[in-house]
């Protein structure tokens, strides 16, 4: 390290300092006048060498009081470090004040200034301070610290000023004095209030990304289940959001807050679940979240409260990317319509829901058009993108467009003035001066003139940013040139007759911006969801337990805080989806074997299973023959019955069907919702018919008769044929003249009553096997 600084003491009077600088010009006039006769060889200049005023880094930690009035003492601490290759020996620290800034563009043009300039910065005061450093090694630090009274500042009159803290010294190669490092910063200087005071209104926002996932316990308090515990960091202490409740409680601002952030937190502290792989294990910060939502209560008591829309959707997302996907907007009304419910709810205070913050306050028509669909009629803008052509700032409300609306236009170099790294002590430092300058800049444009400007930071401030927004909100506390309002009263302010309404063309929408947007393939995923979650939700018996949480759940994809986190919104746009499609899967058909029917009619069972914890009802099961001709149901192609299952509970609904025709028939079984729309997944399996039917039993009995009647004919025949022989052989006999055998009648001749004939040589009548039972219908025996 370097060798200990030597503070020099305090200089003279004003007086005298003022008297001292009369005579150096008088004298030195003649003397300039006669070396500028003579040859002279100039001594190199930082100009010469465009790192020489950049050696040394000069850095400001601390600048106190920020905004000091007569009498105060200014002191400035910092650190310098020796960035160069040599050791700078004989080197000074000192303070260079001046000149008064006019307007605000000169502070912009400060602010953008790297190295010294001999042409703009000043010349260290005289008789001032000083910190003496022998030799500072390269790649060596140390502190230092200057402490100047207010008097002796050249303070001449109220308005804003350059203060510098430059390193003069030499190096090895270069031995002669000459400015090696400068930092610059601003003095707010407003001893006396102003007449008018510009009324600022600060918003304090309080938004977090999203971390609740669309699943819940299968409780009866469904609680809700985390996608991670990250949000308990936040609300630690010293937390991110721990500190914007701890610093805003004390400040004049107003309270912007995401209402899926409030629930999210009060989901928490009534017990939450966070998952830990497949399952979901106990969430273990419920006493963090009740902590912290009491002491947001108590916060803004007293204070006014904006409520975004549920999860803070991205309105230039959905009016560039989104709008044209079916349904898209409807998502902002309902977020809209459950901002202030959720507000009053978990803070017991009323909140306004009329204003639409698009991100980064950027709008054109379509951006507007879209922030107002949904009742708001108030839009926060930025002077970047709404742009006054005016010497001076006017007041941020007007009516935008065709008035209809009313832009609240954020001042766009106070906004944004706290984005940087504010870790360094020196960026806060810097910043926060920085601030001040810009607003008194601002009062002073029209000092006869009351205006109200809104300041809207960006929406996720980290913990050393809001310290440094506190920081400035606190250098304004002696409101000598502003004084505080609401961002509700910052709205209903006069506009200025001068200031732009006109709303920016979609041309001048930063690209940086555009880019970051959800892309279209976001909203046709939530479309997806919603589609499948409005067929889900209509088969339930409790469809809030379902319709709820899936729907703060699309909320939460449509959100502003994945703007440049495309992977990660994609990631629980999928999650979202596979939950409500495991959850609709829980409601199916049981897989089928296929079926053989042995009768003329017979029950096909179809089982339903319901693997949800409530019940479903107003669905119908749909059975489907593919070949009517061969089965039937209740004599038709198709039949429909009702289902209605209790949760964990299977019902097996019964087909009556009737077969034709043997032979296998594919069937399809199939959910359908009471309009008509088929749920879930087909079932397919087939019958086999094997039972012969009265068409086939009258086609065998048809041919059984005709078989009998060949069989009655062929019968017939043979019988009369026999007769035809018999009565031959018996002719033939006769003709060769055979004797009548003894005791036996001649031909003709009338027999006695009682005797039978008797002919042996007559053969025994062929009828084949005959059966005593009566004959069959239709059957006809010749005899």
Do not use: C
Not at 188 to 198: G, L, M, N, S
Request: zero cysteines; glycine letters at 8%; hydrophobic letters at 40%.
């Amino acid at each position: 390290m370097a060798e200990a600084a030597e503070i020099q003491g305090t200089g003279p009077s004003p007086a005298r300092r003022w008297l001292r600088r009369t005579i150096t010009v008088a004298f030195g006039a003649p003397l300039l006048a006669g070396l500028l006769q003579a040859p002279v060889v100039a001594a190199p200049t930082a100009a010469e060498d465009g790192t020489g005023s950049r050696t040394v880094d000069v850095s400001l930690d601390t600048l106190a009081p920020s905004a000091p009035v007569a009498g105060d003492t200014v002191t400035v601490t910092g650190t310098v470090t020796n960035r160069g290759k040599k050791t700078v020996t004989d080197a000074t620290v000192n303070l260079r004040v001046g000149p008064r800034m006019t307007s605000r563009s000169e502070i912009d043009q400060v602010t953008g200034r790297t190295g010294f300039r001999s042409d703009s910065d000043p010349a260290p005061l005289e008789d001032a301070p000083t910190v003496k450093i022998p030799r500072l090694g390269a790649g060596l630090s140390t502190d230092f610290s200057l402490s100047v009274p207010v008097s002796e500042l050249g303070l001449d009159e109220e308005g804003v000023y350059q203060l510098g803290v430059s390193l003069t010294g030499q190096t090895s190669d270069r031995q002669y004095d000459r400015v090696l490092g400068i930092e610059r910063t601003f003095l707010p200087y407003q001893p006396e209030a102003t007449e008018k005071k510009t009324q600022v209104a600060y918003l304090w926002p309080l938004i977090a990304s999203a971390h609740v996932s669309a699943q819940t316990a299968t409780d009866d308090q469904q609680t809700p289940v985390f996608e991670d515990d990250d949000l308990a960091a936040e609300l630690s202490p010293g937390g991110r959001l721990d500190q914007l409740v701890s610093l805003g409680k004390n400040l004049p601002v107003t309270w912007v807050v995401d209402p899926d952030l409030l629930a999210s937190v009060d989901a928490m502290a009534n017990g939450y679940r966070v998952k830990d792989g497949d399952l979901a294990a106990p969430g273990r910060n419920q006493a963090l979240a009740e902590r912290w939502l009491d002491a947001l209560e108590k916060a803004v008591q007293g204070h006014k409260v904006v409520a975004l829309p549920f999860a803070d959707p991205d309105l230039a997302s959905l009016a560039h990317r989104g709008k044209d996907v079916p349904g898209s907007l409807g998502h902002l009304q309902s977020a809209t319509a459950l901002a202030g419910m959720t507000v009053e709810t978990v803070l017991h205070v009323q909140a306004s829901t009329d204003f639409a913050w698009p991100a980064d306050g950027a709008v054109d028509p379509s951006i507007a058009a879209v922030a107002t669909s949904a009742g708001a009629d108030k839009v926060i803008a930025r002077s970047d993108s709404v742009r006054d052509d005016l010497p001076y700032t006017p007041t941020a409300a007007r009516p935008l467009g065709n008035g209809s609306t009313t832009a609240v236009v954020s001042d766009a170099l106070l906004s944004t003035a706290f984005d940087g790294d504010m870790v360094r002590a020196e960026s806060s430092t810097l910043a926060v001066q920085e601030f001040l300058a810009q607003s008194l800049a601002i009062t002073l444009e029209q000092p006869e003139d009351q205006r109200s400007i809104v300041v809207a930071p960006q929406r996720m401030p980290s913990v050393a940013q809001a310290q440094a927004m506190a920081t400035a909100l606190e250098g304004l506390s002696g409101r000598r040139w502003t004084q505080p309002t609401d961002l509700l009263a910052a709205a209903a302010a006069k506009p200025d007759p001068d200031a732009s309404t006109t709303v920016p063309s979609g041309s001048r929408y930063p690209k940086e911006l555009r880019d970051r947007e959800l892309p279209v393939q976001a909203f046709r995923d939530m479309k997806t969801t919603r589609d499948e979650l409005d067929d889900f939700k209509v088969i339930l018996t409790q469809p809030e337990r379902v319709v709820t949480p899936f729907g703060n759940a699309i909320n939460r994809e449509m959100s502003t805080s994945w703007r440049g986190e495309a992977r990660a919104a994609a990631i629980y746009r999928n999650n979202v989806l596979d939950y409500l499609q495991t959850l609709t899967k829980g409601v199916q058909l049981v897989d089928k074997s296929d079926l053989t029917l042995s009768g003329r009619s017979a029950t096909i069972p179809v089982t339903v299973q319901n693997k949800l914890l409530q019940g479903v009802d107003n669905l119908h099961l749909r059975l489907t023959s593919a070949n009517k001709n061969r089965l039937e149901l209740n004599g038709d192609r198709y039949a429909e019955l009702p289902v209605k299952i209790g949760g964990g509970h299977s019902q097996s609904v019964k087909f009556t069907a009737s077969a034709n025709v043997n032979g296998q028939v594919p069937m399809t079984a199939q959910l359908y919702t009471e309009d008509g729309t088929p749920y879930g997944q087909p079932m397919d399996f087939t019958v086999r018919v094997s039972e012969i039917t009265p068409t086939v039993m009258l086609v065998i009995a048809g041919g059984v008769l005709l078989l009998v009647l060949a069989g009655v004919r062929m019968y017939s025949q043979r019988k009369r044929v026999a007769a035809r022989n018999a009565e031959a052989e018996a002719a033939e006999a006769a003709e060769h003249g055979t004797a009548s055998e003894p005791g036996r009648d001649e031909p003709g001749e009338e027999e006695s009553p009682g005797d039978e004939p008797v002919q042996p040589s007559d053969p025994t009548p062929d009828t084949g096997p005959e059966s005593g039972d009566p004959s069959g219908p239709g059957e006809k025996v010749d005899r």
